[in-house]
């Protein structure tokens, strides 16, 4: 396959992680959207890294995206866990102490 | 530079000492387990002074790669590291003298601190976009959890939420633009992409990708310093900043406007410097009629004015110094429009200056939140006469902020602003002219707690003397105001700090 497709299977996701982040009300879809965001990176390094011919650099990176994914994704679900025992409610806009 | 392998690991002995202290402040906090003891925050401040005292042991002939070369050391880095290490020992000092900290389980503050400290090392000390990611990581992450550190509090809870929310979005943004880079050039390496070094396999210089790409090169760019805008609270990435600041524990909000917003000034600064002022880069981007002077002024333009206008409206001085925090960076990416040495050096003055200004203004913050229960300015009235010496230099914090003779916050602002005059015959007159419009608003607002220290009643406040912090605030006001007497040393420790920034050229 030519790299266009990897591309565009990429840019596909990371557009789909966008209006994830941007559409939706509940935080924990926001947190799969950034989810998605680095999984459509981590397509371009593989991809990038195989067609450059050279180096194991941007493989590399993959595997650190995915340990930066999990850890993210750890304290995010410990944050909300703890926002949902305190407040009864996910979403960020009736979870609202700070003024403006 | 020589060697590039492992066996340059002794250069990393600052970072494997706040790591290794970190560790044992957290086993030591499970095998104590006892409540309201100072023992972990002085171990914390050794560990701290010992890794300073190894950067500056080092600080002029320890230069070189190691670990394959992915870390770099160099003055500039050990600049800001030991700047890090200044205002985490500050703030490591302001955790155990906040009457409001939760005082169980406070190893965990002290580890998470260290944490995100060794993130700023590798962040600051890398040329390596892979651990440039993995050190703002390791920051965010432990300042994520630092800022909902206060479990019960509602406030603290929505703080950490909104900054994870924010902070993710932003580093996936920043990993996907590095992914568009490394396409494009082949390489993780700022230098191989500049051109000053040679890189592994098939690469190409940024140069050459402005040249035959350059929408690809401008996406990736505008995403790469989306993330850098993030840490730094720079327009329009700043949302978050106000709510975080209000919502974290206090001394948590001094670390992430004094320690994080500099560590993320230091990344860029190097990223920039690296990738644009090495001559083919800038002249390929030239050929376009572009310049990142102009860019970088927009963005300074907008941040100032808009941190000083919200500024303005704030009743609680918590939020007002954290608006105050977004309009401080616009202040220092003036001094970047330059892209000279001069800039680079004036932007680092400016950022020592704002250590010393705000770390006193956050700790005076501390001091009286701790007395009084509140954070709005009603809540200082009459403190004046109750605690003259706090209030004089919470006075002397506020002037320096403002950038008014006779403290340090003067000198940063002229050397910001000769620096943005400086290159084009005065093309950037208007940024400067703008910028101390700004600094006559900021004027009221600053000056509005002077008010209600100094002439406005008590309501019977007493004030429970607390001298250990006292005494630290004081001698945070001395310093503000020598520093402008006595600026040698300031200005000869940026200009050697500045000289080895373009290694490898």
Known sequence: MALEAYIGVSVALFALGLVCIISRRNILYVLFGVEMILNAASINFAAFNYFNGGGIEGRVFVVFIIILAAAESAIALAIVLNVYHLMKTVKPSEADFLRE | MQDIHLTGFGLLSPELVLGA??????????????????????ISLAGLALSSFLLILAFDDSVGQTAFGIVVVDKFGNFFKLFTCGALAVVVAFVMGDQRERKDRIGEYYFLLLGAGMGIFFMVGTNNLLLLVLGLELLSLASYALAGFHKGEKRSAEAAMKYIVFGGFSAGIMVYGISLLYGLTGTLDLQVMAGTAEGV????????????????????????????????????????????????????????????????????????????????????????????????????????????????????????????????????????????????????????????????????????????????????????????????????????????????????????????????????????????????????????????????????????????????????????????????????????????LLIGR
Request: hydrophobic share 55%; net charge neutral; aromatic share 10%.
């Open chain 2, 21 to 42: 202290v970190s560790l044992v402040v957290l086993i030591m906090d499970l095998v104590w387990k006892e409540r309201g003891s100072s023992r972990l925050g002085w």
């Open chain 2, 201 to 500: 396999g098939l690469t190409r210089s940024l140069a050459d990708a402005v040249m035959t790409s350059p929408s690809t090169v401008a996406l990736a760019m505008v995403m790469i310093l989306g993330g850098f805008a993030f840490k730094i609270s720079v327009a329009p990435f700043h949302f978050w900043a106000p709510d975080v600041y209000e919502g974290s524990p206090t001394p948590v909000t001094t670390f992430l406007a004094v320690a994080s917003k500099a560590a993320g000034f230091g990344a860029l600064i190097r990223f920039l410097a690296v990738l644009f002022m090495s001559p083919d880069v800038a002249a390929a981007v030239g050929t376009y009629g572009l310049q990142v002077g102009h860019l970088i002024a927009i963005l300074a333009a907008v941040t100032m004015t808009l941190g000083n206008l919200a500024a303005v409206r704030q009743d609680s001085v918590k939020r007002m110094l954290a608006y105050s925090s977004v309009a401080h960076a616009g202040y220092v990416l003036v001094a970047l429009v330059a892209m000279n040495g001069e800039g680079l050096q004036a932007s680092m003055l400016y950022l020592v200056a704002y250590y010393l200004m705000n770390l006193g203004a956050f700790g005076v913050l501390i001091y009286f939140h701790g007395q009084t229960g509140k954070e709005t300015y009603e809540s200082l009235n009459g403190l004046g006469r109750a605690a003259p010496l706090i209030s004089i230099s919470a006075v002397v914090f506020v002037v320096s902020l403002t950038g008014l003779p006779p403290t340090v916050g003067f000198y940063g602002k002229l050397a910001v602003a000769s620096a943005a005059m400086g290159v084009q015959d005065g093309a950037y007159a208007w940024l400067v002219l703008l910028m101390l419009l700004n600094s006559v608003v900021s004027l009221y607002y600053y000056m509005r707690v002077a008010k209600h220290l100094f002439l406005r009643d008590s309501d019977g406040q007493t004030v429970r003397p607390q001298p250990a912090m006292a005494a630290l605030l004081v001698v945070f006001a001395a310093l503000n105001v020598i520093f402008l007497l006595y600026v040698e040393p300031l200005e000869k420790w940026t200009a050697a700090s500045m000289d080895l």
